[in-house]
């Protein structure tokens, strides 16, 4: 095992001083290894997110070469080359396990934003401290865009959110942590041959959810209750004004739509599996509510705004894979992980074999039949 940093790497390096993980604590599970602290129903810090795959990792006494950049892995004969910082290796099949947010994805206009306003991605902000004094642009709506308008609103800052296309949902549904429903009914053991368009399940932004001791509900209606401000999506730059789509209104009712879609599929589940007594009574939530007008640009010269926080999503790093399988969008080609080049395999990668690839909990349904191929592969050719 290859590592380029330390283990937990990613979340160690490229996560914000706030964050939790907004799946619950009884849902953090690796392979032999749960949660066992007093609170279950709580949501991970860094810090404990990193001693538990430490744990783990020292637990199973993986053989982790740490501080191993991986700079290229070529076909050579029937197996691979694979060049290190510390050296060639040969080996007969690779599992890519580098993640899937290795870098943030910002769009081309972030060159036409003026010099004045400060830029950050998610992997540069820390905490609010760290930008200047003033408004604040944050671009994106789902997790990390509607963690990071909440945290920077509350330290005082004028927030205003560019929102496209997102996914609402409630922290808690009838009582239960909302990806207890997703765990119990179902819909996250949805395998990946079972979906109807895997490209764009595949594509899907997170969920805006946050992890908290209230377990409160981050969702738009919050946010402009808490004075951030909300515009369409930022569709371009010109003569230093952002310019947001109008599309506003779609995009929430887009997301009311479908949010009430998932809990009418929860409702049902309860109902013909019996569930109904152990959960309160079916709720529906408020839609989201349209500003009475909303801005359709804004002069990014005029001082107002101080900084841009790009959330605009993340996206894998293949620049070291000398090998002919990452399309033109910088996405692997693979099917169910199993990748187009023989011996070569994924793990790790949003809805990989089931919904759940994209959490952590997911791989292990997934490692097990992605190294089940390996192991047939090794097997056939030996
Ligand atoms: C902001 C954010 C919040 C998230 N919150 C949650 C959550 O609440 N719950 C949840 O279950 N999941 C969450 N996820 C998803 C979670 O991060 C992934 O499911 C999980 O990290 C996947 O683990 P991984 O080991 O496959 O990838 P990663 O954690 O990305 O690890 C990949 C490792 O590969 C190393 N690497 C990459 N390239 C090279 C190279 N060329 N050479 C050597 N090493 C290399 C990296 O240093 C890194 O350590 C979140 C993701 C993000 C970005």
């Known amino acids: 095992m290859l590592e380029r940093g330390e283990v937990a790497n990613s979340w160690r390096r490229e996560r914000w001083d706030s964050l939790r993980l907004l799946t619950p604590n009884w849902q953090s599970r690796l392979p032999g290894q749960r949660y066992e ?39 050579a004969g029937d197996g691979y080359q694979v060049t ?11 599992v890519i396990a580098s993640g899937a947010c290795n870098q943030p994805s910002v769009p081309q206009f972030k060159d036409a934003v003026p010099a004045s306003v400060e830029q950050l991605t998610p992997f540069d902000y820390r905490d609010p401290a760290k930008l200047p004094d003033g408004g604040v642009l944050v671009v994106g709506a789902s997790a990390t865009g509607v963690q990071l308008a909440a945290e920077l609103q509350a330290s005082g800052r004028p927030v205003t959110l560019s929102v496209g296309e997102h996914v609402r949902l409630p922290r808690t549904y009838r009582g239960r942590d909302v990806l207890w429903w997703m765990d119990a009914s179902g819909v996250w053991d949805q395998r990946y041959d079972e979906v109807g368009d895997l490209t764009r399940a595949r594509r899907l932004p997170s969920p805006q959810l946050v992890g908290t001791a209230e377990r409160a509900t981050l969702d738009l209606n919050a946010l402009a209750a808490a004075g951030v401000e909300l515009v369409g999506r930022w569709a371009a730059v010109r003569d230093g004004r952002a310019l947001f789509s109008g599309g506003l209104r779609n995009a929430f009712s887009l997301a009311d739509l479908k949010m009430n879609r998932l809990l009418d599929t929860f409702d049902e589940w309860a109902r013909t599996n019996g569930r109904d007594a152990e959960v309160r009574p079916s709720e529906r939530f408020s839609s989201t509510r349209v500003p009475s007008s909303t801005r359709l640009q804004l002069d990014l010269r005029s001082g107002e705004i101080r900084a841009v926080v790009w959330a605009t999503g993340f996206r894998p790093d293949y620049g070291w894979l000398d090998v002919p399988v990452v399309d033109a969008k910088g996405q692997l080609h693979h099917q169910g992980g199993v ?5 070569l395999y994924a793990l790790g990668l949003p809805v990989l074999r089931r919904r759940k690839s994209t959490f952590m909990y997911g791989t292990e349904d997934d490692a097990r039949e992605v190294i089940d191929h390996l192991t047939r592969y090794l097997a056939v050719r030996r």
């Open 84 to 94: 290190t910082s510390r050296g060639e290796i040969r080996c007969r099949a690779v």
């Open 37 to 75: 602290g007093p609170d279950p129903h709580g949501y991970m810090t860094m810090g404990e997110v990193i001693e538990f795959i430490e744990r783990f990792a020292g637990d199973l006494r993986a053989p982790v070469r740490t501080g191993t950049n991986v700079s290229s892995v070529r076909r």
């Open 339 to 343: 990748v187009d080049s023989p011996g």
